[in-house]
């Protein structure tokens, strides 16, 4: 719930970036990562990749990549297409401070939504690691992005716990991106508490990732 201490160009922004995220944002995620590298290695495709002077790690990198920035873009982009429709209408109706205002939320959507994107990517890929089975990988993504945060919301919504909002990506963006748009906190969850988490997942994810490949390419 977005907070009323908040201004309206930030809520909406915010507003629209929690939409493609668990939308586009999601369907990227399991479509194109979660089901990465369990393809190749279904299909035996190590073979063909390790054969060639392709590393590993350059190999991990490249489906991250790939995923990241298509995260990216479906995200960043209608965020960045509101925020420059809305500095337009807002200097044609002569109130330059809300088209400044409009303007200067640019960075903070460009950093959360690349957050975004880094993070749910890295994670996805990695899940794609541990099965040859498609279906597999793709579902367990979906459970770990989507059973969290609603678990976290009872408890919270029961106890008034925060807490257990660590264990969702969801939440845990969602506070870091409060931080960036300088959002008044509803929780006593702060962006530093999120965001070593998130880098942890993510760290540990290209670990667990990157060590699934290597005995991939020694058995291959």
């Given at each position: 719930?977005?907070?009323?201490?908040?201004?309206?160009?930030?809520q909406a922004v915010l507003g629209l970036i929690f939409l493609q995220t668990w939308i586009f944002v999601l369907m990227t995620t399991s479509g194109a990562g979660a089901a990465a590298i369990a393809e190749d290695l279904q299909h035996r495709a190590?073979?063909?990749?390790?054969?060639?002077?392709?590393?590993p790690a350059q190999y991990l990198g490249a489906r991250i990549g790939a995923v990241a920035i298509?995260?990216?873009?479906?995200?960043f982009g209608p965020v960045?297409?509101?925020?420059?429709?809305?500095?337009?209408?807002?200097h044609s109706w002569g109130t330059p401070e809300a088209a400044v205002e409009w303007i200067g939320l640019t960075l903070?959507?460009?950093?959360?939504?690349?957050?975004?994107?880094?993070?749910t990517s890295t994670i996805a890929v990695a899940l794609s690691s541990l099965s040859r089975s498609r279906a597999l990988t793709m579902s367990a993504w979906l459970v770990l992005f989507i059973v969290p945060p609603v678990?976290?919301?009872?408890?919270?919504?029961i106890s008034e716990w925060p807490w257990l909002g660590l264990i969702s990506l969801?939440?845990?963006?969602?506070?870091?991106?409060d931080a960036l748009f300088k959002r008044p906190p509803d929780t006593d969850l702060r962006w530093y508490h999120a965001l070593p988490v998130l880098v942890?997942?993510?760290?540990?994810?290209?670990?667990?990732?990157?060590?699934?490949l290597r005995r991939a390419e020694v058995i291959t």
């Open positions: 719930m977005l907070s009323r201490g908040s201004s309206q160009p930030a190590f073979q063909f990749f390790f054969a060639k002077p392709v590393t298509f995260a990216f873009g479906v995200t960045l297409a509101m925020i420059l429709v809305y500095t337009g209408i807002s903070p959507a460009l950093v959360d939504c690349a957050l975004v994107a880094v993070v678990l976290a919301g009872i408890v919270r919504a969801s939440s845990l963006l969602g506070v870091v991106g942890g997942l993510a760290t540990g994810a290209v670990w667990l990732a990157y060590a699934r």
